[in-house]
């Protein structure tokens, strides 16, 4: 998947759960990149990372949460808190130094039932 | 503030005619300005973008264009196919540490045979 790898590929959530959403990348990149698409809208900035163990907010962090323990990995947890989790969700990554266009993941799309 | 606007949200052409995006930025700061294309249910795929050392940049059928004084950029497509139909999104980063890139809200473009 062009270096960077998002799973599961679709995930159904129940109402008072939280999920974990995976982004692994083997680009060597520092930057890592969480967003939220609604259908019909654009992309918007949840949370991001440019070195390990270090990590910031974005438009729309309120009910998600990230670690970057990896440099490779940015896994995304939707928690309970989040009142409407039902989106596409992507993953990027990108050199830090300057800017360059982003890789993106495939996405996953989270459904609450 | 960081923003980006995109006009117009949807864009309807007949095959072989020239369709136009715009969009406009608010940090004169901003140096890279990549352009994405997204077919339903897909990832967004980079086509084209430009610095900020230039005027324009082209790639057969695709072009960009960046004025700097006025902060707005531009895609140019031409000669439209029916596999141009997707959704397109502009982007201009914002520095706070690392880059983050801002997206516009996205042009529909559908090309009728």
């Known amino acids: 998947d062009g270096g960077i790898t998002q799973s599961p590929k679709y995930l159904f959530r129940k109402e008072g759960q939280n999920v974990t959403l995976s982004c692994e990348q083997n680009?060597?990149?520092?930057?890592m990149y969480w967003y939220r698409q609604d259908p019909g809208q654009g992309l918007r900035l949840i949370y991001y990372?440019?070195?390990?163990?270090?990590?910031q907010k974005g438009d729309i962090a309120e009910g998600y949460s990230v670690s970057r323990e990896k440099k490779e990995s940015f896994p995304l947890t939707v928690t309970s808190a989040q009142k409407n989790p039902t989106a596409f969700y992507l993953c990027?990554?990108?050199?830090?130094?300057?800017?360059?266009?982003?890789?993106f993941g495939s996405g996953t799309r989270l459904t609450v039932v | 503030g960081e923003n980006v606007e995109q006009h117009p949200s949807t864009l309807s052409v007949q095959e072989g005619d020239s369709a136009v995006i715009k969009c406009t930025y608010s940090?004169?700061?901003?140096?890279?300005f990549p352009w994405y294309k997204q077919e339903l249910g897909k990832r967004p795929q980079l086509i084209i973008d430009?610095?900020?050392?230039?005027g324009e940049k082209k790639d057969q059928r695709i072009a960009v264009t960046l004025n700097k004084t006025a902060k707005h950029f531009s895609l140019h497509i031409t000669e439209t196919q029916p596999e141009d139909s997707a959704v397109y999104f502009c982007?201009?980063?914002?520095?706070?540490?690392?880059?983050?890139?801002?997206f516009g809200t996205g042009t529909r473009l559908k090309v009728l045979a």
């Open positions: 990027a990554s990108s050199p830090r130094e300057i800017p360059y266009g982003y890789t």
């Open positions: 680009l060597n990149h520092d930057a």
């Open positions: 990372s440019q070195i390990v163990n270090d990590f």
């Open positions: 940090d004169s700061a901003s140096n890279y």
């Open positions: 430009i610095r900020s050392n230039v």
């Open positions: 982007a201009a980063p914002f520095y706070s540490g690392t880059y983050k890139y801002i």
